[in-house]
């Protein structure tokens, strides 16, 4: 009796977890869609412009979304426990922090210097524009959905 509770738990934990999972994929693809949307608005790239800008561009969101992967697991994980860091391992982490930033400069070094070459330097800045726009409308809508104002 016991261990079949046990076992009930188990799988409505796994159900729930994964339900959880599943959910975040979805608003993650939606928010990727409407992203997409709005770059390609703001853009008004033509058909040529965009057949080569978009591998681009999702490459680069690759390369992001990999270094902010690194950043939450190795570096906010530590954060939040830092009172009880010694100095050697704040030092290391601080070393670690310094790297992930360098990497993220780079990747936009990278990507500017690629995109540049498929669309103008007007339309490049547009971009950088409209990716800031979006993220700014994305956390007043999370605000508004939280009663945050």
């Not at 979805?26 to 997409?36: G, M, S």
């Amino acid at each position: 009796m016991i261990m079949t509770k046990k076992i009930l738990i188990l799988i409505f934990s796994f159900a729930m977890g994964t339900t959880w999972f599943y959910a975040q994929g979805q608003a993650r693809e939606r928010i990727k869609t409407l992203k997409v949307a709005f770059i390609t608005e703001r853009l008004n790239l033509t058909s040529q412009e965009a057949q080569s800008f978009w591998p681009i561009y999702n490459e680069h969101e690759e390369t992001l979304e990999r270094i902010r992967r690194i950043e939450r697991l190795e570096l906010r994980s530590q954060i939040s426990i830092i009172q009880d860091l010694s100095d050697n391992e704040s030092s290391t982490l601080l070393t670690k922090f310094l790297d992930v930033q360098k990497e993220k400069h780079e990747a936009q070094r990278e990507f500017i210097s690629k995109i540049k070459n498929v669309i103008s330097p007007k339309k490049t800045l547009l971009l950088l524009k409209a990716e800031e726009d979006f993220k700014k409308r994305l956390l007043q809508q999370m605000r508004k959905r939280r009663g945050g104002g």
